[in-house]
Nanobody, 120 residues
Framework: QVQLVESGGGLVQAGGSLRLSCAAS????????MGWYRQAPGKQRELVAT???????NYADSVKGRFTISRDNAKNTVYLQMNSLKPEDTAVYYC??????????????WGQGTQVTVPS
C-alpha cells in the first residue's frame, strides 16, 4: 500500500508564511510528478503547484512569486513554502503524487488534506 501524509497546515495572519510537507510511504518503486492542489469552501479543487522528478516546477498564476514547491527524492517528500499569504489562500491543501508501486503501473495518490486559514 502507498500513502501520502501531509503536515504543516494551520492558521496564519495575512502576510505570514507556512511550509507544508507531504511524505509518501509504502511499497514505492518510483515517483514521477508530485504536487499540491487546494479546495476552498464552495469551490472546485484547483492546481497550486507541481514538480517533476527532474525538478521542473509549475505554478498557478495566483501563487507565482509567493509559493515555492520543492522535493527531496531520497525522502519521497514534497514541500510547499508559502509566503506572503492572503485570505484568498484559505483552503484545504491536498498533496498529490504519481507513483509506481512495486508490481503495478503508475497511479495517482492523494493525501488526506491539511487546512490552511488566513483570516481577513
Amino acid at each position: 500500500q502507498v500513502q501520502l501524509v501531509e503536515s504543516g497546515g494551520g492558521l496564519v495572519q495575512a502576510g505570514g508564511s507556512l511550509r507544508l510537507s507531504c511524505a509518501a510511504s509504502g511499497s514505492i518503486f518510483s515517483i514521477n510528478t508530485m504536487g499540491w492542489y487546494r479546495q476552498a469552501p464552495g469551490k472546485q479543487r484547483e492546481l497550486v503547484a507541481t514538480i517533476t522528478r527532474d525538478v521542473l516546477a509549475n505554478y498557478a498564476d495566483s501563487v507565482k512569486g509567493r509559493f515555492t514547491i520543492s522535493r527531496d527524492n531520497a525522502k519521497n517528500t514534497v514541500y510547499l513554502q508559502m509566503n506572503s499569504l492572503k485570505p484568498e489562500d484559505t483552503a484545504v491543501y491536498y498533496c498529490y503524487a504519481y507513483i509506481r508501486a512495486y508490481g503495478s503501473g503508475y497511479s495517482a495518490y492523494w493525501g488526506q488534506g491539511t487546512q490552511v486559514t488566513v483570516p481577513s
